[in-house]
Nanobody, 127 residues
Framework: QLQLAVSGGDLVQPGGSLRLSCAAIGFTLDWYAIGWFRQAPGKEREGVSCISVTNGNTYYADSVKGRFTISRDDAKNTVYLQMNSLKPEDTAVYYC????????????????????WSQGTQVTVSS
């Protein structure tokens, strides 16, 4: 299992911003796609945004387009999720996942394909 360390979750008011970090431990991201997923209480895990580190392709779920931005810092071996204009419906535990694929849309749309998940980070959007 590839080890990923997720951080950055917090309680934030609607309209606020957060940046989540996903750091690779013990491997480099050069040959992997990284995806951000989330799971709200009582709901299934869903893909939020995925990026192919190999070719830079990105994918965003419709619910976050224009508000969230996925990016990477090769020097820090880390992928970020910048979340702006947060809404209460963004409240969830956020996870990241790594996979050796180039089809980032498929990666984001198939969270059930992954059996093992690193610990997530809680994002709560509330006034």
């Amino acid at each position: 299992q590839l080890q990923l360390a997720v951080s950055g979750g917090d309680l934030v008011q609607p309209g606020g911003s957060l940046r989540l970090s996903c750091a690779a431990i013990g491997f480099t991201l050069d040959w992997y796609a990284i995806g951000w997923f989330r799971q709200a209480p009582g709901k299934e895990r869903e893909g939020v945004s995925c990026i192919s580190v190999t070719n830079g392709n990105t994918y965003y779920a419709d619910s976050v387009k224009g508000r969230f931005t996925i990016s990477r810092d090769d020097a820090k071996n880390t992928v970020y999720l910048q979340m702006n204009s947060l809404k209460p419906e963004d409240t969830a535990v956020y996870y990241c996942q790594a996979d050796g694929v180039t089809d980032v849309q498929a990666m984001c749309n198939l969270p059930g394909a992954f059996a093992d998940w690193s610990q997530g980070t809680q994002v709560t959007v509330s006034s």
